[in-house]
Structure formats: C-alpha cells, structure tokens
C-alpha cells in the first residue's frame, strides 16, 4: 500500500506561484501515475493534471493549462505540482493520488487508489 504525503500549500495573492510536493513512502511508487486533484469549500473534488509512470507523459485539466506543471522525480519517490498565475478560484484543498500504470489519462478520483491528507492553497485577490 502507497502512503502519500503532501505538502507545500499555502496562502499567496492573485498572480502568485507555488510548489506542492507528494512523497510516497514505497518503492513501489515510480509504478504508479500519479494525479493532483483538488477541491473547494461547497464543490465536488475535481481532476488538476496527472503524470504517468516514468514522467513523461502529462496531461491537465483545462483550468490550468499553461498555469501548473506536474513534474515527478521517482529516485525521490516524489511527484510536483507547480501553480503559476494564480487565481482566487485555485483556491481548494489539492491532493495526490495514486493509480495504477494502465490507467495512464484518468480524469477519474474513483480510478486513483490511494491518496493522501491533503494541503490547503488560498489566493487572495
């Protein structure tokens, strides 16, 4: 089982950038694709960008496209998220998520089987 680990969230004004990492604690982790989700007070969880097994394929949801990056570094068994131009409706809780290889472009939460705590990030305008 992949236990994942985020961090990195904060609080940053409108225009603003910041970096989230998710460490997993298996070695089994450079197997898996790895997603960032995120989801707001009120609002149903929603898919940010995935990144598969050996990074180089990505794929985004259209709300962040050409703002965030997903990048991974399995000696470190840690994958990135880095959130450029922010804006206030960035604003959610943003979590990893782990699925297996084959489902490489899941938009999907219900594909991805572990997750972690979450990391809050607040644009403020």
């Known amino acids: 089982q992949v236990q994942l680990v985020e961090s990195g969230g904060g609080r940053v004004q409108a225009g603003g950038s910041l970096r989230l990492s998710c460490v997993g604690t298996?070695?089994?982790?450079?197997?898996?694709?790895m997603g960032w989700f995120r989801q707001a007070p009120g609002k149903e969880r929603e898919f940010v960008g995935g990144?598969?097994?050996?990074?180089?394929?990505?794929y985004y949801a259209d709300s962040v496209k050409g703002r965030f990056t997903i990048s991974r570094d399995n000696d470190k068994n840690t994958v990135y998220l880095q959130l450029n131009n922010l804006k206030p409706e960035d604003t959610a809780v943003y979590y990893c998520?782990?699925?297996?290889?084959?489902?490489?472009?899941?938009?999907?939460?219900?594909?991805?089987?572990?997750w972690g705590q979450g990391t809050q990030v607040t644009v403020s305008s």
């Open positions: 298996e070695p089994s982790f450079s197997s898996y694709v």
């Open positions: 998520a782990a699925a297996p290889s084959v489902l490489y472009g899941s938009t999907w939460s219900y594909e991805y089987d572990y």
């Open positions: 990144i598969g097994w050996s990074g180089q394929g990505t």
